[in-house]
């Protein structure tokens, strides 16, 4: 059965957008999920004062929020300017959802410090759409004070997944309920595919010829089957399945993340593979009601995600991505729009952000502030960023996401590792086509 992409599904999905509350345009307006609230309120205060222009703002919970920008864009009744995860981008450009920034941004005096590498999560066919809010890294997270009562030693520095799946055992072995927490399934959407499976793929087999991803890009086509794939699926089937390290259940509670979150603050929780915003968000993402940094780092300690173990593998791996805010091509003032863009990402504005939300810099004038390289913790996790790389941002990977996704729910559900790898490739083949699928043996 074909699957459709996010966009072919936009039809459907209008229907139900229609049930939600409609978004009242005003002169100039903007939508954004709850969680980047202390980023975006800030820069539309500021500008209101500056221009006595009022915005309307749509603030929406973040669970579901992707659907609704799609949706919105789709039916040209998107807001002026709207916050999305970087992976949408490349679709919607492709659409003609989004106008590029880039004869805008050449006007505007704080573009210069962009990193031009992160910028390409936000582009597409060689254009700029969005402009990142932040970049990130991966990392396992862990409970020093679970760790040290399973009796292992600190600061934990894993060399393989048998060394990760060992410590999970043990901690396992002193109650602790969830000893390694693993983002799968589809209602983990990008967590499973960012978080979980990337960080192991890119790990689980020599990166020669892209045998470690998605995506072989030189080929230009989607890897259905891979040793890679086996392996990585074959480790959510480790955790899961056959040593129950954390209950399957996990992954389906009615907001994850803060189940979890809340759960490490509780001590039940002995590894979490998650990101750099952790350090902010395990206690509040919006930086109002955070412990001291003394206080965090006694509870919390992180290590790399370390590769397979096998000498051709990558000793350990990393991938990046973030968030970005661009405009809709429906825009009706892109001048007004493009204005209040950049007040929000204004130097004051963004950097106190940046800075006290712990996030990873997009700008050199802010990762060389002695604010920023003042933080130990963004100075010891900006490291792991040398060594990075993104998703395949290409059209179509809104589909192949899902369909990962979904491959390791059919893990969770018991299904085996050949099925869910024949499911796998049998469905990007349906979407894309024989001759854009790729198998490794």
């Known amino acids: 059965m074909k699957k459709p992409t996010v ?5 459907s999905l209008a ?13 100039v307006s903007i939508m954004y999920p709850e969680f980047i609230t202390a980023l975006v309120k800030p820069g539309i205060e500021a500008y209101e004062a500056n221009t006595g222009i009022k915005v309307n703002a749509v603030k929406m919970p973040t669970v579901g929020y992707e659907q609704r920008v799609a949706v919105d864009l789709a039916a040209g009744t998107a807001p002026d300017i709207v916050v999305m995860d970087s992976f949408m981008v490349a679709e919607l450009a492709s659409a003609n959802y989004l106008h590029p920034l880039d004869a805008q941004l050449k006007g505007w005096d704080q573009y210069k410090y962009y990193i031009k590498s992160l910028l390409s ?10 402009l990142p809010t932040d970049t990130d890294v991966r990392m396992l997270w862990y409970d020093k004070s679970v760790m040290k009562k399973a009796g292992i030693a600190l600061p934990w520095s894993p ?19 969830y000893s390694f927490v693993l983002p799968a399934g589809t209602k983990r959407a990008e967590a499973t595919t960012m978080q979980g499976v990337y960080m192991a793929l890119l790990g689980a087999d020599t990166p020669k010829d892209d045998r470690n991803r998605l995506r072989n890009r030189k080929e230009g086509k989607w890897i259905g089957d891979s040793p890679a794939l086996r392996r990585t699926l074959e480790l959510y ?15 389906y509670e009615t907001n994850v993340d ?13 590894i979490l593979a998650s990101g750099s915003w952790e350090f902010s968000c395990i206690w509040d993402c919006n930086g109002v009601n955070l412990p001291s940094v003394e206080e965090r780092n006694a509870v919390l300690g992180w290590a ?14 990393n991938i990046s991505g973030g968030w970005t805010i661009g405009m809709a091509q429906s825009a009706k003032d892109k001048k007004e729009a493009f204005k209040l863009l950049t007040t929000i990402f204004d130097h004051g504005n963004f950097s106190e952000w940046t ?35 993104s998703r395949d941002t290409f059209p179509g990977y809104n589909v192949v996401t899902q369909l990962i996704q979904q491959a390791t729910g059919n893990i969770l559900d018991g299904m085996s590792v050949d099925d869910a790898i024949t499911e796998y490739k049998e469905s990007l083949i349906d979407e894309f086509g024989e001759d854009q699928v790729i198998v490794y043996k």
């Open 304 to 317: 790399p995600w370390p590769g397979m173990g096998r000498a051709d593998t990558l000793k350990t791996t």
């Open 355 to 389: 800075v006290a939300e712990h996030r990873m810099g997009v700008r050199t004038d802010i990762t060389e502030s002695p604010e920023y390289t003042q933080d130990a913790y963004l100075a010891k996790a900006t490291k792991l960023a040398e060594n990075t790389t």
């Open 121 to 130: 999560v936000a582009s597409y066919d060689d254009k700029v759409y969005a």
């Open 237 to 251: 089937r480790q955790v899961y399945v056959e040593k129950q390290l954390t209950p399957a259940s996990i992954n």
């Open 258 to 270: 803060a189940f979890v979150r809340t759960a490490i603050t509780k001590h039940q929780v002995g």
């Open 7 to 11: 966009l072919a599904l936009l039809p």
């Open 159 to 177: 060399k393989s997944w048998d060394d990760v799946l060992a410590a999970s055992e043990k901690i396992k072995a002193q109650g602790v309920p």
């Open 15 to 27: 229907l139900a957008g229609s049930l939600m509350p409609s978004v009242a345009m005003a002169d």
